[in-house]
Nanobody, 124 residues
Framework: VQLQASGGGLVQPGGSLRLSCAAS????????IGWFRQVLGKEREGVSC????????YYADSVKGRFTISRDNAKNTVYLQMNSLKPEDTAVYYC??????????????????WGQGTQVTVSS
């Protein structure tokens, strides 16, 4: 079971990035994928999560209207489109997986599998 996160980088405020989380060794169909972010010295924060099977989603209030999570079942990949980026979005972003549940789980400790982080820096 492996998750590969990619797509981070340096972007100016107001810019966009698309993060990808590619799964291997298992099929995402019955899993939930969460995107979390962490700033040094702070707790890991849930940004957006999706149940791949039914498409139910969660967004943190801080990213609603700016970020969109989506899935491509054929590519076994989940994306996080991030628009109107702000300096406070700067963090290391991680994707994680857990079995789907009736409600979307947003607690990092309840996710079983984690990818490596990808750095997102929003700065002029």
């Amino acid at each position: 079971v492996q998750l590969q996160a990619s797509g981070g980088g340096l972007v100016q405020p107001g810019g966009s990035l698309r993060l990808s989380c590619a799964a291997s060794g298992f099929t995402l169909d019955y899993y939930a994928i969460g995107w979390f972010r962490q700033v040094l010295g702070k707790e890991r924060e849930g940004v957006s999560c999706i149940n791949v099977s039914d498409g139910n989603t969660y967004y943190a209030d801080s990213v609603k209207g700016r970020f969109t999570i989506s899935r491509d079942n054929a590519k076994n990949t989940v994306y996080l489109q991030m628009n109107s980026l702000k300096p406070e979005d700067t963090a290391v972003y991680y994707c994680a997986a857990r079995p789907s549940s009736p409600v979307v789980i947003t607690t990092a400790a309840l996710y079983n599998y984690w990818g490596q982080g990808t750095q997102v820096t929003v700065s002029s």
